[in-house]
């Protein structure tokens, strides 16, 4: 193993302290937006110095259910967030990237999850005490554990997640987690605090009603939450499932939006276009994003496949059959899961609901998963008189989109927009 | 006053003048290194060709390749919405316009009013593009006319990849020094076929089912026009001037400014 010669921890710490210095002393910030990078610096600062805290680390991939690892006060590391927050705090991730490359991982691979392998290969991540995944949600991440314990040497678990969600399955699923439970106590030496998970649970089930709260006050005209906000709502998921952190920002938020709603206020000062965005927008062109979204009037109102949760509530007091229930509800697995006709009835009823234009759909071309549904949504969402806008991208590979196709793309497609 | 429109390529430049909804001219010129000077010798040929006693008051629309860079542009606009435009001014009773030009091939989808209902383009590759199509021509050392008559001879077209023009031009070799080799029609109706193929896929994914235009200075290629035909099942609208397509659609919007900023 090499010695991290190129620590990316280090480096989204110090980009997370640049940013929240910058937004502490701007009095247009939201409080919320300061809160979250404050967790964020939180986050990675805990695993930056977990080792030297002599902390156990486990490493897991997207929608793995954190809450288990946090109730067992084990530090989590979020492989695929991780390579996305290099890219977007550091600006690139070509170097992990190469290193991936290097140890044989093709350019079709998702990006996330070459750049997952070439940072643990490079040291640029911690060597993880434990290497725990899933087959949430798509094959990238079912196959990302087994390569991270190769590269690291370090023991792992996988939980398989049924892709159907009958009770047999969820009971089945709940024998996963179980099991994961003992591994994890067999490694770590730590033992599960039942009564911890519940807690995490129950503020989790806050978590989530307070996020569709949030997505209600969106409906507003004009909306009152930022253009790409909504990944700040992905991102205290993935990493602060269930913690105070979490249920304290999404408060605040509420709040200022109540507020903003109240005073008729919109995010941007001209809205023009109420956007759906389909999947993720490549991390390295946020600033650009955001600069073009204020521009051209245009702000995303309501994401189906990450901020819009299915229905449902988690019952604290059957913590681990709670987190299989979420495990089902998280609204990623509406395009990962069987595509069925309430898929596709749920984004129409999104777009009618939310009042959108236009639909982005950011088609992540390592992503197979999603891809694979371009024409359902797009067909889905003519039939309520959406067009669709697809960009051929990826979340954190600079190389597949430069910034002058995407504008170029945009541009086109609000100008559809304005001459309906 | 007249409006015009300027859509630069990446070979070619073309303008478009018309007056109050009037044809006045049309000229293709090439396109120099930089927009400015390839939009201004364009327009200025152009201008050349209408009667002096014409409104001197213009209200200039461009598109394409840095069209956003031009000085004396009053509005620049998406190809889109110009190849939109266009077609429904030349061929008014078309729902769909496939534009294959030097280096990008795209489909508008449109309304009766020539408004962009959706749009597919192909710019990752040179593969079904015109400059594909030169290239392959260059290949057999064979001119436009020659590889339409050829390919009118074949029985079936030879398997070529429409995902790479490199890849493409390498088949081409095999074909050619195959034992024994492919005859040079099948070779030429593959190259067809492959464009084709890649052009009825972007048709699909947009429901561009019919009524479908031509454009782009590839329109003029006969043998290719009649393979596309075959592959999409029906016949395309050609019109008289398939290159200006976008430049006239860029002159109607220009007169659609004109009229907005008159009703103020």
């Given at each position: 193993?090499?010695?991290?010669?190129?620590?990316?921890?280090?480096?989204?710490?110090?980009?997370?302290?640049?940013?929240?210095?910058?937004?502490?002393?701007?009095?247009?910030?939201?409080?919320?937006?300061?809160?979250?990078?404050?967790?964020?610096?939180?986050?990675?600062?805990?695993?930056?110095?977990?080792?030297?805290?002599?902390?156990?680390?486990?490493?897991?991939?997207?929608?793995?259910?954190?809450?288990?690892?946090?109730?067992?006060?084990?530090?989590?590391?979020?492989?695929?967030?991780?390579?996305?927050?290099?890219?977007?705090?550091?600006?690139?991730?070509?170097?992990?990237?190469?290193?991936?490359?290097?140890?044989?991982?093709?350019?079709?691979?998702?990006?996330?999850?070459?750049?997952?392998?070439?940072?643990?290969?490079?040291?640029?991540?911690?060597?993880?005490?434990?290497?725990?995944?899933?087959?949430?949600?798509?094959?990238?991440?079912?196959?990302?554990?087994?390569?991270?314990?190769?590269?690291?040497?370090?023991?792992?678990?996988?939980?398989?997640?049924?892709?159907?969600?009958?009770?047999?399955?969820?009971?089945?699923?709940?024998?996963?987690?179980?099991?994961?439970?003992?591994?994890?106590?067999?490694?770590?030496?730590?033992?599960?605090?039942?009564?911890?998970?519940?807690?995490?649970?129950?503020?989790?089930?806050?978590?989530?009603?307070?996020?569709?709260?949030?997505?209600?006050?969106?409906?507003?005209?004009?909306?009152?939450?930022?253009?790409?906000?909504?990944?700040?709502?992905?991102?205290?998921?993935?990493?602060?499932?269930?913690?105070?952190?979490?249920?304290?920002?999404?408060?605040?938020?509420?709040?200022?939006?109540?507020?903003?709603?109240?005073?008729?206020?919109?995010?941007?000062?001209?809205?023009?276009?109420?956007?759906?965005?389909?999947?993720?927008?490549?991390?390295?062109?946020?600033?650009?994003?955001?600069?073009?979204?204020?521009?051209?009037?245009?702000?995303?109102?309501?994401?189906?496949?990450?901020?819009?949760?299915?229905?449902?509530?988690?019952?604290?007091?059957?913590?681990?059959?709670?987190?299989?229930?979420?495990?089902?509800?998280?609204?990623?697995?509406?395009?990962?899961?069987?595509?069925?006709?309430?898929?596709?009835?749920?984004?129409?009823?999104?777009?009618?609901?939310?009042?959108?234009?236009g639909?982005?759909y950011?088609?992540?071309?390592?992503?197979?998963?999603?891809?694979?549904?371009i024409k359902l949504f797009k067909d889905a969402l003519a039939e309520?008189d959406v067009p669709v806008l697809t960009?051929d991208?990826?979340?954190?590979?600079?190389?597949?989109?430069?910034?002058?196709?995407?504008?170029d793309k945009?541009?086109r497609f609000?100008e559809l927009l304005?001459d309906r | 006053?007249?409006?015009?429109g300027?859509d630069?390529g990446s070979l070619t430049?073309k303008?478009v003048?018309l007056?109050?909804g009037?044809f006045?001219?049309s000229?293709v010129?090439?396109?120099?290194?930089?927009?400015?000077?390839?939009?201004?010798?364009?327009?200025?040929?152009?201008?050349?060709?209408?009667?002096?006693?014409?409104?001197?008051?213009?209200?200039?629309v461009?598109t394409g390749?840095?069209?956003?860079?031009?000085?004396?542009?009053?509005?620049?606009k998406a190809i889109t919405t110009c190849l939109a435009r266009g077609i429904a001014y030349c061929v008014p009773e078309a729902r769909a316009v496939i534009d294959i030009g030097a280096e990008s091939s795209t489909v508008v989808k449109t309304n009766e009013r020539g408004k962009v209902l959706d749009w597919a383009n192909h710019d990752k590759c040179a593969a079904g593009t015109g400059i594909f199509l030169q290239?392959m021509a260059?290949?057999?050392?064979?001119?436009f006319e020659?590889m339409s008559e050829?390919s009118e001879?074949a029985?079936?077209g030879?398997?070529i990849t429409g995902t790479?023009a490199?890849?493409a031009?390498?088949?081409?070799?095999?074909?050619?020094?195959?034992?024994?080799?492919?005859?040079?029609?099948?070779?030429i109706l593959g190259i067809y076929l492959s464009v084709s193929s890649r052009i009825k896929t972007m048709c699909k994914r947009i429901g561009a089912n019919e009524k479908i235009a031509l454009s782009g200075g590839v329109a003029l290629h006969k043998g290719l026009v009649r393979t596309l035909e075959k592959e999409i099942g029906q016949p395309l609208f050609v019109p008289d001037d398939p290159v200006c397509v976008a430049a006239l659609g860029a002159a109607v919007l220009?007169?659609e400014?004109?009229?907005?900023?008159?009703?103020?």
């Amino acid at each position: 193993m090499k010695k991290a010669a190129n620590n990316k921890i280090q480096s989204i710490v110090r980009a997370c302290r640049i940013i929240l210095r910058m937004i502490e002393a701007d009095p247009n910030t939201r409080h919320s937006q300061k809160m979250y990078y404050r967790m964020l610096l939180q986050y990675y600062t805990r695993l930056r110095d977990a080792r030297e805290n002599g902390q156990f680390i486990a490493a897991h991939t997207v929608f793995f259910p954190a809450e288990i690892l946090l109730a067992m006060d084990i530090i989590p590391m979020h492989t695929e967030t991780t390579t996305w927050m290099t890219s977007l705090f550091t600006g690139e991730c070509g170097d992990i990237l190469a290193a991936g490359a290097r140890l044989g991982m093709a350019t079709e691979i998702c990006a996330p999850h070459r750049g997952m392998a070439g940072a643990f290969a490079s040291g640029a991540l911690p060597r993880p005490d434990v290497m725990v995944w899933s087959n949430m949600v798509c094959d990238n991440t079912a196959k990302s554990g087994e390569l991270v314990m190769d590269i690291c040497g370090c023991p792992g678990f996988f939980i398989d997640r049924p892709f159907k969600d009958s009770g047999l399955e969820k009971t089945y699923m709940a024998g996963e987690i179980r099991d994961m439970i003992a591994f994890l106590e067999d490694k770590s030496g730590k033992k599960m605090d039942y009564d911890r998970l519940s807690t995490i649970v129950e503020r989790m089930d806050r978590q989530i009603e307070l996020t569709r709260q949030v997505n209600e006050l969106r409906k507003n005209v004009p909306t009152p939450f930022s253009p790409l906000g909504f990944l700040e709502l992905l991102t205290i998921d993935y990493l602060f499932p269930g913690q105070p952190e979490s249920i304290e920002y999404l408060e605040t938020l509420k709040a200022e939006l109540e507020e903003m709603v109240k005073q008729k206020k919109g995010a941007i000062p001209k809205e023009r276009f109420r956007l759906m965005t389909l999947f993720i927008p490549p991390m390295y062109l946020m600033s650009f994003l955001e600069k073009l979204s204020v521009e051209s009037g245009a702000v995303s109102v309501i994401e189906p496949f990450f901020t819009f949760w299915g229905e449902g509530r988690l019952d604290a007091s059957r913590p681990v059959e709670a987190v299989v229930e979420k495990a089902y509800m998280i609204p990623e697995t509406r395009m990962y899961g069987p595509l069925g006709e309430s898929a596709l009835e749920a984004i129409k009823k999104c777009a009618r609901e939310w009042k959108v234009d236009g639909a982005v759909y950011y088609a992540d071309v390592g992503c197979r998963h999603s891809c694979a549904t371009i024409k359902l949504f797009k067909d889905a969402l003519a039939e309520v008189d959406v067009p669709v806008l697809t960009i051929d991208c990826d979340v954190v590979d600079q190389t597949v989109t430069s910034e002058e196709e995407v504008r170029d793309k945009m541009e086109r497609f609000f100008e559809l927009l304005e001459d309906r | 006053m007249l409006s015009i429109g300027i859509d630069i390529g990446s070979l070619t430049t073309k303008t478009v003048v018309l007056n109050n909804g009037r044809f006045l001219a049309s000229v293709v010129s090439e396109t120099l290194d930089e927009a400015e000077i390839s939009a201004q010798v364009a327009m200025t040929k152009a201008l050349e060709r209408i009667d002096a006693d014409e409104d001197p008051l213009r209200f200039v629309v461009t598109t394409g390749a840095g069209a956003k860079g031009v000085s004396f542009s009053d509005r620049s606009k998406a190809i889109t919405t110009c190849l939109a435009r266009g077609i429904a001014y030349c061929v008014p009773e078309a729902r769909a316009v496939i534009d294959i030009g030097a280096e990008s091939s795209t489909v508008v989808k449109t309304n009766e009013r020539g408004k962009v209902l959706d749009w597919a383009n192909h710019d990752k590759c040179a593969a079904g593009t015109g400059i594909f199509l030169q290239q392959m021509a260059k290949l057999m050392k064979l001119s436009f006319e020659e590889m339409s008559e050829l390919s009118e001879t074949a029985s079936k077209g030879a398997d070529i990849t429409g995902t790479c023009a490199v890849f493409a031009e390498s088949e081409v070799i095999s074909h050619v020094h195959r034992v024994p080799p492919t005859p040079m029609p099948e070779i030429i109706l593959g190259i067809y076929l492959s464009v084709s193929s890649r052009i009825k896929t972007m048709c699909k994914r947009i429901g561009a089912n019919e009524k479908i235009a031509l454009s782009g200075g590839v329109a003029l290629h006969k043998g290719l026009v009649r393979t596309l035909e075959k592959e999409i099942g029906q016949p395309l609208f050609v019109p008289d001037d398939p290159v200006c397509v976008a430049a006239l659609g860029a002159a109607v919007l220009a007169g659609e400014e004109i009229q907005k900023e008159t009703a103020q």
